[in-house]
């Protein structure tokens, strides 16, 4: 069944009411009509199984059959701190990290980020776009949640961040020590919530890891190959996912 997201404002006792964009989409481009099957999201983790009721010119109505948790969130809220890579890489990331159950992505500024946002209009421009692909990305995966692109931090802040989290780890070129890491992400998998630290191309600079360290990131490595930024935190995720799925 289409999957559409809604607000609890379009909510009513046994109906819903689908605006904007969606109508276009459901009437033109699925072309679907009364009595069809969708299901309504609310963002929250809850799906409405519902029946489309009417389809009228500025909206379309729905009749809720039944009400249900959506099934595919992982248990553990997972947090990518993704340091900011050049091009058009930043898209790819948030669409396969969105895939693999991120709970949220904060774009993050280092030493060896090469990207700088000098224009705030031009990076609000940026963000929105980050977000409208993370819609759609799990849109296409089914999520209960759409995960939110953060606006881009420097390091000290995502640091400052993830001291609300339970648990956090870095992967690091230089690390060593497999059957720890190992360790360490299996621990990660029995928090509430973990955060993935991932470098920019070049990765992080030493003194970064020792700051990222003392305040209790755990720094592991993910092999004896380096990975490219865009294929780090997927490893980790995937990982992850794998172990957390029910």
Not at 7 to 14: A, F, L, M, R, V
Not at 118 to 126: G, P
Not at 200 to 224: H, M, N, Q
Request: glycine fraction near 8%; aromatic fraction near 6%.
């Amino acid at each position: 069944m289409y999957r559409f997201y809604i607000s609890e404002e379009q909510i009513q006792e046994n109906t819903i009411t689908i605006s904007g964009d969606d109508v276009n989409h459901i009437r033109n481009v699925l072309r679907l009509g009364k009595g069809e099957w969708v299901v309504a999201c609310d963002g929250n983790g809850k799906d409405y199984v519902s029946r489309i009721g009417s389809v009228e010119k500025g909206c379309i109505i729905l009749r809720i059959e039944k009400v249900q948790e959506t099934g595919t969130e992982l248990p553990v809220k997972i947090t990518l701190f993704q340091g900011v890579p050049k091009k058009d890489k930043m898209e790819l990331i948030i669409q396969k990290a969105v895939e693999l159950g991120a709970y949220e992505i904060v774009p993050v500024m280092t030493k060896r980020c090469v990207v700088k946002f000098a224009d705030e209009n031009k990076l609000w421009k940026k963000r929105e776009r980050w977000q409208a692909i993370a819609e759609a990305a799990a849109k296409q995966c089914d999520r209960g949640i759409i995960p939110e692109v953060h606006m881009p931090v420097y390091l000290e802040e995502a640091f400052d961040m993830a001291q609300s989290l339970e648990y956090n780890m870095i992967p690091y070129e230089l690390q060593e020590g497999m059957e720890r890491s190992r360790s360490i992400v299996s621990n990660a998998c029995t928090k509430a919530s973990v955060g993935i630290f991932i470098g920019p191309e070049g990765g992080f600079e030493k003194d970064e890891i020792a700051r990222a360290a003392a305040c209790g990131i755990e720094p592991i490595t993910l092999g004896k190959r380096i990975l490219r930024t865009e294929t780090a935190g997927m490893a980790l995720l995937s990982v992850m996912m794998f172990q957390l799925q029910q």
